[in-house]
Nanobody
Framework: QVQLVESGGGMVQAGESLRLSCAAS????????MGWFRQAPGKEREFVAG????????RYRDSVKGRFTISRDNAKNMVYLQMNSLKPEDTAVYYC??????????????????WGQGTQVTVSS
């Protein structure tokens, strides 16, 4: 059973940056695509970014393209989400997730079966 622990959330003003981190336990990270999702109050959870198992391919939702960057460090079992030029509409709880199957792409529609507990990001105008 993989354990995912997010950190790095906080309260910032519009235009500022945050870097989210997700630590994965043990040998359950290497070979798996990873993703970041978010859920705002009263809204459904939505895909934000995904990264392939190798780190060589990434995908983003349109509203964050050019502002957010997903990356991973397989040696440290870590995945990151660098968020720049934050907007109030980015306010949400952000979750890290792992693909159920190995060697995936991390594209939207990936069967992410393991989730962290989330970290709150609040952007004020």
């Amino acid at each position: 059973q993989v354990q995912l622990v997010e950190s790095g959330g906080g309260m910032v003003q519009a235009g500022e940056s945050l870097r989210l981190s997700c630590a994965a336990s043990g040998r359950t990270f290497t070979g798996y695509a990873m993703g970041w999702f978010r859920q705002a109050p009263g809204k459904e959870r939505e895909f934000v970014a995904g990264i392939s198992w190798s780190g060589g391919d990434t995908r983003y939702r349109d509203s964050v393209k050019g502002r957010f960057t997903i990356s991973r460090d397989n040696a440290k079992n870590m995945v990151y989400l660098q968020m720049n030029s934050l907007k109030p509409e980015d306010t949400a709880v952000y979750y890290c997730a792992r693909d159920r199957r190995k060697y995936g792409s991390g594209y939207p529609g990936t069967d992410f079966g393991s989730w962290g507990q989330g970290t709150q990001v609040t952007v004020s105008s």
